[in-house]
């Protein structure tokens, strides 16, 4: 179960049905913190995020949006996402599927935190697996744009 720290311009009720639809099935307590910044990132504070000041046993994600490129509806072509060491490198077309990519890839992390003996996609071995993560976002995200009742960011 997820707690949402909204510091951007961004509906909250828009990033919580994002944030519900991304996130794998989790029970225990984590923290979601989206934040406005030059370009998508992401991580996964799995001994919580000293920067924000959380609890060290409540893992935390951090998302920083592109606040650019949502203001100015900039996006004039796919942009990719890693592609590098254990990452499959994912290609996103708009900024929502950038925004689903980030959560679904930084709530998988947690996911994983939580269920360390769970098979992971891909055929991932490693507790945190990049590979598993990014496998994962790209299956959100095929599934959101095959979804007629997707929102318009």
């Not at 919580?16 to 099935?25: A, Q, V």
């Not at 998508?40 to 959380?54: E, H, P, Q, S, V």
């Not at 072509?77 to 900024?95: A, H, R, S």
Request: glycine residues 4%; neutral net charge; contains cysteine.
């Amino acid at each position: 179960m997820y707690e949402l720290s909204n510091k951007t311009s961004l509906d909250t009720d828009y990033l919580n049905d994002i944030l519900d639809f991304c996130t794998p099935p989790i029970k225990e307590r984590f923290l979601v913190v989206i934040k406005w910044g030059s370009n998508f990132n992401g991580t996964a504070f799995l001994k919580g995020d000293k920067r924000i000041k959380t609890d060290p046993r409540t893992p935390c994600c951090r998302l920083v949006l592109p606040e650019w490129r949502y203001k100015n509806k900039i996006w004039k072509k796919p942009v990719k996402f890693c592609g590098e060491e254990d990452y499959l490198g994912v290609t996103v077309n708009n900024f929502e599927e950038g925004l689903i990519y980030l959560a679904s890839h930084e709530t998988r992390h947690v996911w994983q935190y939580y269920n360390p003996k769970e098979t992971k996609m891909y055929g991932a071995k490693t507790l945190y697996s990049e590979t598993d993560a990014d496998a994962y976002a790209v299956m959100k995200i095929q599934e959101w744009t095959s979804n007629d009742t997707k929102s318009n960011a």
